[in-house]
């Protein structure tokens, strides 16, 4: 297994955690972190599959996409810090209602 | 293929929204202008830009001088300058609207005009760009401003709605940048027609399609993924509503709509199978569920389910004549029902500050606001899918798709779709002429909410009488011209 594979192995799993946790906790801040590893799960994927030249030089276009998407990540992980805190004030707890009861 | 050059035109498209909403953010006391007139502009510019593509097809843009693959190539077409039209007729409803609905409200930074502009923004860039990673970023901007707008509401069922749709958009848009890793592994680009004349039929590439068709699904609330549309569009204010509804989940049907036709012609069959049979589900589950509703925000939010259902039946045609037919109604059918789902949100928006938003509380709302009930009507025309509204037009062209391939299921559920939404329209508008249970001392509606919502409605019947012109414009470049060649 080449080093790439190994990354972007890693990646996926960290992707599978990230989305299992989302679904999994009911509390916001886990459910905001689990969003956070899922994105470092893609991000490891996206650079890891970057190495594609035979003589080991680093594709330039994946690391461009990642730094992008660490931008993206950070405006999103704010909002939603900031909307938790609005919920936990509004409802007295950091959770989702039962979209069910609602 | 390289379009003409529309560089003056297609660059108007995006940075007059994003000006706009830097104005009204920079300077807040001018929102009450600064929305509306950006609106119109906007309007002007879009008209101009369909002007273009339908006499000379496809229209395009190298940014800053760089073409693919290197560069980012902003392609417009006909399903493009429809998507664009549409957004631009929706947006300057919803800003003249909106400055009636917000007239209180003490605008600040991240007050409804600049956001509402902002997701303009996103929707214009998405609209026109050819490239999966643009894509990606639009969908973000657009995720982010959809929330904090449902968030403006302020109440706690709109914050819990709007963390949940954050949460789902956000973790959709990361499942569909998985996707485009592996496209951009397998084919070296990200310029979606480039990946589409590269890829070659795999289980790489059946895996990148599936995890962009899940995460487009999700952002579409097909069912059964619809569970976080309801108590975001039912919370949200209402011209926010009208938004969401009208534009912001038909973005991702056309991400899937261009990666369908560009992308993977030889996933089809299969892939497209499913998808339809989830487009079926949510017409039947998503009417069912609008009939049970008694809060009225509910009834339209689950009534945008199931018209988001129609959207996704054409995946299901094999055949290249049905396909280019059930495709041409669709688009039409975006662009119908986003009108009247505009008109019905800002409906239900007067009925609502006029006092009392469930059915069973309706009193003699015909006689004291008949210009939004008949806006409320003539919109659920369009919905139900009744001549002679534009909404009749589409779904006939889907159910001829539908015979023409002997798909008798199909065809059944279309109709059956129309005949629940006329019923759900007919429970509404019963009611609104009857003494409520407890007389109501209604609130003032602005005139200029009443008439906006009511000359969108009738924006929808107009739209029936020039199908034909809408019809060449959604043709012009062929964007299904893959659709319409015979089967590899």
């Known amino acids: 297994m080449t080093g790439a594979e190994l990354y972007a192995l890693t990646g996926i799993a960290l992707f599978v955690i990230g989305l299992h946790g989302l679904i999994r906790y009911a509390h916001l801040m886990r459910k905001i972190l689990a969003l956070n590893v899922t994105g470092a799960g893609v991000f490891l994927v996206v650079a890891a599959l970057a190495e594609r030249g035979q003589d080991g030089t680093p594709d330039p276009v994946p690391q461009a996409l990642v730094i992008t998407g660490i931008v993206v990540a950070v405006a999103a992980t704010g909002l939603a810090l900031v909307l938790m805190l609005r919920v936990a004030s509004a409802t007295g707890r950091a959770e989702l209602p039962d979209p069910r009861s609602e | 293929m390289t379009g ?8 108007a498209a995006l940075l007059l929204p994003l000006a706009g909403a830097a104005i009204a953010f920079a300077m807040p006391r001018t929102t009450r202008w600064v929305g509306i007139a950006t609106a119109v502009v906007l309007l002007a510019v879009v008209v101009m830009l369909c002007g273009a593509v339908g006499a000379g097809g496809e229209l395009s843009h190298a940014v800053g001088g760089w073409g693919a693959p290197l560069g980012i190539a ?22 003249a609207y909106g400055r009636s ?39 973000e901007v657009l995720g982010l401003s959809a929330a904090a707008l449902v968030a403006r509401a302020g109440t706690p069922e709109a914050l819990t709605g709007a963390m949940r749709y954050l949460l789902v958009t956000v973790a959709a848009s990361l499942v569909y940048l998985l996707g485009v890793a592996l496209l951009y592994h397998l084919t070296g680009t990200l310029d979606i027609r480039l990946v589409g004349a590269r890829l070659e039929s795999g289980a790489a590439a059946w895996s990148a399609v599936g995890l962009i068709g899940a995460a487009m699904l999700l952002k579409s609330a097909v069912f059964p993924l619809h569970f976080w549309l309801p108590p975001a569009h039912a ?9 969401l509804s009208a534009l912001v989940v038909k973005a991702s049907l056309y991400v899937l709509l261009r990666v369908w036709l560009d992308v993977l ?32 925000k509910l009834l339209v939010a ?27 109604g669709a688009v039409y059918l975006v662009l119908c029902h986003a009108l009247a789902k505009t008109a019905m949100f800002m409906s239900v928006g007067n009925i609502q500050l006029f006092g009392g938003d469930r059915i069973g509380e309706l009193d003699r709302v015909v006689q004291r606001l ?26 006939w062209l889907i159910l001829e798709a539908a015979v023409q391939e002997g798909r008798w299921f199909v065809s059944a559920v279309v109709l059956v779709g129309g005949l629940l939404a006329s019923i759900y329209v007919f429970r509404v508008i019963g009611p609104a002429f009857t003494k409520g249970a407890q007389p109501r001392q209604p609130r003032r509606v602005p005139n200029a909410m009443e008439w906006v919502a009511f000359a969108v409605a009738l924006a929808t019947v107009l739209l ?3 199908g034909m012109p809408l019809l060449e414009l959604i043709d012009a470049g062929a964007p299904f011209g893959n659709a319409l060649e015979p089967e590899r």
């Open chain 2, 4 to 11: 003409a050059d529309g560089t003056p035109l297609i660059v």
């Open chain 2, 302 to 328: 689950y009534s945008t389910v199931a018209q988001v259902g129609y959207l996704f039946i054409p995946f299901a045609f094999t055949s290249a004549a049905a396909a280019g037919t059930a495709w041409r």
């Open chain 2, 74 to 95: 902003l392609r417009v077409d006909g399903l493009s300058a429809a998507m664009l039209l549409t957004t631009a007729a929706v947006s300057l409803a919803v800003a």
């Open chain 2, 464 to 466: 029936g009488f020039f």
């Open chain 2, 101 to 139: 609905y917000f007239r209180d409200e003490s605008a600040g930074p991240a007050g409804f005009t600049p956001l509402s502009m902002l997701l303009i923004a996103g929707l214009n860039a998405l609209f026109v760009s050819g490239d999966l990673f643009n894509v990606y970023v639009t969908l």
């Open chain 2, 265 to 296: 012609p030889a996933a089809r069959a299969d892939f497209g199978a499913v998808v339809g049979a989830l487009g079926c589900a949510a017409v039947l589950w998503g009417s069912t569920q609008a009939l049970r509703q008694d809060q009225l």
């Open chain 2, 370 to 395: 008949p210009l939004t009930m008949a806006a409320f009507a003539v919109a659920g025309i369009t919905v139900a899918g009744l001549p002679p509204s534009g909404g009749f037009v589409a779904k």
């Open chain 2, 235 to 243: 919370n949200a204010p209402a011209p926010v509503s009208a938004l």
